[in-house]
């Protein structure tokens, strides 16, 4: 194993403790632990929301589906980067002028219905749950693939370093931690692309796909998992290892799913445009409803400083998705094996080894690429906790109870027992294809919420609450139907895997034609609200 | 500074949905009252900055957005060749992100304007 590997995890996560605990000094009261008293500067802000948001799907997520698919997938990035601007546009200013500290809090400023915040609520619970379990899975197959330990262990292991972070340290431990881990992750990612594409370079520049198809760089022995047929070689049971040379072609692996030749070089695939354009929406839209990146607008001081924070959160957010692409198509060169193993997300972690040979120099990047992979584990599921675990002290736990900084704590445990349980027993559902779920399911829910609520005077509660049961609810069931993987037809299918395309339209259309049929709703205050969105602070004190 | 005792712990109700409307400068007040003058004022800030939103979303869309249909009407496109990449690839993975941050660096600068117009107007002495 890779000797520097253990220190490096050991430092990141010492850092991460440490910096919680100094956080700890100034966390006195409760709106301490929560918004960290709204004291925290632009871009100390927009580090800790890009390294919030970066998260296992795009550390290591992004390159293995650009490694396995090619050009199609590279809207994963644009998207995840593109939510930021739909935010910017559309809800960044006003959401921080409504004072609202989660969703539920914009549900009851913007509408003033209890119904209402009890729905977003449950939703909230869901998108963050269904969010932060594949993060905890990331993160034991990562345990798993780099030291070779168990994968419930580092679920766990994880699971309770963050927890107890969370509810010792609060949100401006957490500001300071995920800063912090922003910087990381784009140092483990740019550091090593450095190294790499010099090697590339040296190597000769070798083709990512070459004429007569892939072939292995090195003397390679891959370990088939599963029975399967493969080119040339013919069918192989699982768990037969078999040796290939320097120089052998890669034969595809009849389990695999992986695109080659011109088909990963160039658009216009069998993915189909309703798929893309279901991604893009998903992504585009669905940004704005995540709970870990809407809490994080409450701390900027006003609404002009909450959309220049948001600008900077798309620059740094944008210059890191410049890399992960970097990884896949060197990943094509390099660690071919891995499109016969399907473990294409690993493609990260593997990279410096497989093209810098494991001297010293390759393995110390490879310790670096895990590092960030750790911290990108412990950024997004810290950040998705505080935001559950304050949506269940505000809105689950009864009110008017002493001592409220132990009730937050117990928030924290109770957000992070279910999703923990889940992780340590669920092991097998696709990381990358669960988060893409929990975008649409926000894309479809929320965004519509936000959207209408910010701009259209005419949204009443009894429309919201329909809008989000049809948009939201019919992708929760296709989030179900696609998890469970149950039998439809073929058109079907597509339609329950990317859902976004009809369920956001929808949730739109539903939000709007209810609230007209029962304009007598409006709440009547709604032109001071509307102000109170929308005007500067200059005017207010 | 040490010597001061730490502040007692407090629960904070969220979200200021019920805190009380401050007693604030005249202006402030007027819009408040919602006479016919500030309503419209207000109507048209949000028009404004609605309109800028979607003027952007849509150079958005037309930039990005008519990518796939590109791709997917004109095959062709997809095998130019850009300083040894293809065109796909240049544009997604790289070309796209610089794009985002230019569009939404331009909403920034102008929806601070707008906010400074609607202030000027409101800040104007009405005699």
Known sequence: MNPY????????????????????????????????????????????????????????????????????????????????????????????????????DFCEVRLRSTRLRRLATTFVLFIGALYLLPQLQGAGLTFATVTGGSYAWGALLVGVVVTANVAFGGMRAITFVQAFQYWLKLTALAVPILFLVLQWQSDGRPAVTPPAGAVFPAATSVVIEQDAVLDGIGPVTAGTTLHFAAGDPVPKVSTVDATFGAYWLQPGGDSGLLGTYSLILA?????????????????????????????????????????????????RVYTPQLLMTGRTDAVVLLLPEAALGSGHLGRLLGALVTAGALAAFLSTSSGLLTSIAGVIFTDVLPPGRSGSVRDFRLATVLAAAVPTTMAIFVSDMDVSR????????????????????????????????????????????????????????????????????????????????????TSRRVPA????????????????? | MADDPPPPRTRVVLGEATVHRRPADPAR???????????????????????????????????????????????????????????????????????????????????????????AVIRRPER
């Open chain 1, 5 to 104: 590997l253990v220190p490096g995890l050991v430092v990141v996560v010492l850092v991460t403790i440490g910096i919680g605990v100094y956080g700890l000094r100034f966390a006195r009261t409760t709106s301490d632990f929560l918004v960290a008293s709204r004291s925290v500067s632009p871009s100390w802000n927009a580090a800790a929301i890009s390294g919030e948001y970066l998260s296992a799907a795009s550390f290591l997520g992004v390159a293995g589906l650009v490694l396995r698919y090619g050009v199609e997938v590279l809207w994963y990035p644009v998207g995840f980067a593109a939510g930021y601007l739909a935010l910017l546009l559309f809800v960044a200013a006003p959401l921080r002028r409504s004072g609202a500290f989660t969703l539920p």
């Open chain 1, 283 to 331: 992504t585009f839209l669905g940004t704005m409803g995540l709970p870990h990146v809407l809490v994080r607008f409450y701390t900027n001081p006003d609404g002009a400083s909450a959309r220049r924070t948001t600008l900077v959160v798309l620059a740094m957010v944008g210059l890191f998705y410049l890399l992960p692409t970097l990884y896949g198509v060197l990943g």
């Open chain 1, 434 to 517: 669960v988060v893409g779920l929990a975008f649409a399911v926000a894309a479809s829910s929320f965004c519509p919420l936000l959207v209408l609520g910010i701009w259209w005077r005419g949204l009443t509660d009894a429309g919201a609450i329909a809008g989000i049961l049809v948009g939201g609810g019919s992708a929760v069931v296709a989030v179900f139907v696609t998890v469970l993987g149950a039998d439809l037809p073929g058109n079907l299918a597509e339609f329950a895997a990317q859902p976004a395309a009809w369920t956001v339209p929808l949730a739109f259309f539903v939000m709007v034609v209810m609230s007209l049929l």
């Open chain 1, 525 to 541: 205050d709604v032109g001071a609200t509307m102000l109170r969105l929308h005007a500067p602070e200059s005017l207010r004190s």
């Open chain 2, 29 to 119: 007040t007027d819009l408040a009252d919602q006479t016919a003058i500030s309503e419209a004022l207000v109507k048209g800030l949000v028009r404004a900055q609605l309109a800028l939103a979607l003027r952007l979303s849509l150079v958005v869309v037309a930039g990005l957005g008519a990518l796939p249909l590109l791709f997917a009407v004109a095959p062709a496109v997809g095998g130019f060749k850009v300083f040894g990449m293809h065109l796909p690839w240049l544009l997604l993975g790289v070309l796209s992100f610089p794009f985002l941050v230019l569009v939404g660096a331009a909403y920034v600068h102008w929806a601070e304007r707008n906010e400074q117009d609607f202030t």
